[in-house]
Antibody, heavy 118, light 113 residues
């Protein structure tokens, strides 16, 4: 079964850090471009960033609101995607989804909630 | 950045009737080298992650009922639900993958009248 399972969400104070993980199964993770997409409570979808497959260079790109604060990485030996989130702001509060990027986002995880609050 | 807009913000349609959602991009998402529109549609039900319905503007994802169809090219696109079913109540988003940052429309909420 094709599956993405996020973990690592929780409550963090403004200025704090958090690292999310996404475990992939059911497809060749090492060939996949992967993304994080977030959704603030009651709001729409916002792309956070993506990482290409290692064979395609393994490069990353980020949305402006998170550039310089978030770092996306992957461990193909563990079939796992990560996002390290530093200098968190209250506006980063959202459900964070891990997605497989096959042009469009064709596979989504269930999401993990990140709450940034004092 | 490519800005995506959708209309209407919400609509209520009777069961079995047609629902039409429009999406406009601030610049063309048609890639001339392969003549493909880099436009997708997603359905999101409450408490669930989004689900891919349509990609390349008009290609239905595997398993998606054929009452869902996508059309349009360049900057103007439409998602049509030909005969609304109760399980189609959801928010629908369009998204461009022509260039980064990848961007979504604000969503259209579909309800039963």
């Amino acid at each position: 079964e094709v599956q993405l399972v996020e973990s690592g969400g929780g409550l963090v104070k403004p200025g704090g850090s958090l690292k999310l993980s996404c475990a992939a199964s059911g497809f060749t993770f090492s060939d996949a471009w992967m993304s994080w997409v977030r959704q603030a409570p009651g709001k729409g979808l916002e792309w956070v960033g993506r990482i290409k497959s290692i064979t395609d260079g393994g490069t990353t790109e980020y949305a402006a609101p998170v550039k310089g604060r978030f770092t996306i990485s992957r461990d193909d030996s563990k079939n796992t995607l990560y996002v390290q989130m530093n200098s968190l702001k209250t506006e980063d509060t959202a459900v964070y989804y891990c997605t497989k990027y096959g042009g469009a986002f064709d596979i989504w995880g269930q999401g993990t909630m990140v709450t940034v609050s004092s | 950045d490519i800005v995506m807009t959708q209309s209407p913000d919400s609509l209520a349609v009777s069961l079995g009737e047609r629902a039409t959602i429009n999406c406009k991009s601030s610049q063309s998402v048609l890639y001339s080298s392969n003549n493909e529109n880099y436009l997708a549609w997603y359905q999101q039900k409450p408490g669930q992650p989004p689900k891919l319905l349509i990609y390349w503007a008009s290609t239905r994802e595997s398993g998606v009922p054929d009452r869902f169809s996508g059309s349009g090219s360049g900057t103007d696109f439409t998602l049509t639900i030909s005969s609304l079913q109760a399980e189609d109540v959801a928010v629908y988003y369009c998204q461009q993958y022509y260039s980064t940052p990848l961007t979504f429309g604000p969503g259209t909420k579909v309800d039963i009248k």
